[in-house]
Structures are given as structure tokens and as C-alpha cells.
């Protein structure tokens, strides 16, 4: 049977885009992005996928929030002022090295670096999938027209859940008893 049409954990990376100490406080349901955002690195870590981290501007938004920071210390931000990842070549030649086809993103916010970061990922030959319940903007208007947007362009709108549980393809595995603790 075939799988085109869903995601695969074969060159696919996580992108966390921009969710720094200045911008998250003013974020529409920013602890369910949150909490899905740190579902998403956890379950990342468990089937072995990259993880890529970016920040605008740190030294004026500030640093990802210590919540992500802890749990992946080992990963450098992408330093960007670029509202769209892809106008950073760093990021660009990241994505090269990871062998990255398929870019699952998660981060803030949706109607600006999100949406120009999938819409860009998208023209230059990438499979997007930006994960709705990860993601956020100061305003439900904005976060939703963009997702609508995005959508309309070809972009697979998903949930955590579904990512995990499409990445996964089978139960009984030690990665879904592994993953299923975060879920539950």
C-alpha cells in the first residue's frame, strides 16, 4: 500500500520557529503551543529526527524561552533578522546538510515568519507541514488566516498529534511506547 500522502520521518526535520522570551508572552493560547512544541522536540528526539531552532533578532525579541532551551541545549539557534528562515543562507545551508526534504513546522508567529518561512520552504521544493496546535500568533484572526492561506497554497495542515501518530505508521514499536507517554 501505497503512503504517498502521508508525512515521512525519511529527510524530514522539525523546525521551531522563533519562540523567544519578547514575543511569546503576547501569544494567542501560547501554552498549548507550548506544550505541543516541547511534544513535538521530545517525539523528534525519539525517532532520531533534526531539530532546527531559530530566533529574529535576539539581541531585541531575546532568546528561545527557557522551556525549549532546556530540553535541547545542544542545538544553536539560527540567528535571522529575515522574517522567512529561507533569507538566511546559515539556515539554508543547514537544511542542505540534514539531507532535509520535508520541513514540519512549529513556532510563532503564524501569519509572519511561519507562513513566509512554509510559503518560501514550499517554492524552493520542500514538503511543508506546519503543525496547527504548535503554532500561534498574537491574534486568532491572524494565526487562522494564515493557516488558511498556507493551506490553500499546498501546505499539509496537521495537528501534534497527528504528525506523531503519521511518523510512527504502527503500534507495538519501543518509539510508540516511547511516544505514547507524551500523548497520554
Known sequence: MSHEALISREGAALVIIDVQEKLFPSIFEKEK???NTLKLIQFAKIINM??????????GLGQTIPEIKEIIPEIKPVEKV???CFGSEKFRSLLRDLGA????????ETHICVAQTSLEGLS?????????????SRSLEDKNVALERMRQSGIIVASTEMIIYELLRVAGTQEFREALKLIK
Not at 526534504?101 to 510563532?108: C, D, H, P, R, V
Open 50 to 59: 533534526p531539530i532546527v531552532l531559530t530566533e529574529q533578532y535576539p539581541r
Open 124 to 136: 524552493n521544493g520542500y514538503r511543508i507541514c506546519v503543525v496547527s496546535d504548535a503554532t500561534s
Open 33 to 35: 503551543v507550548l506544550n
Open 101 to 108: 526534504k520535508t520541513l514540519i513546522i512549529a513556532g510563532i
Open 82 to 84: 529575515e522574517f522567512s
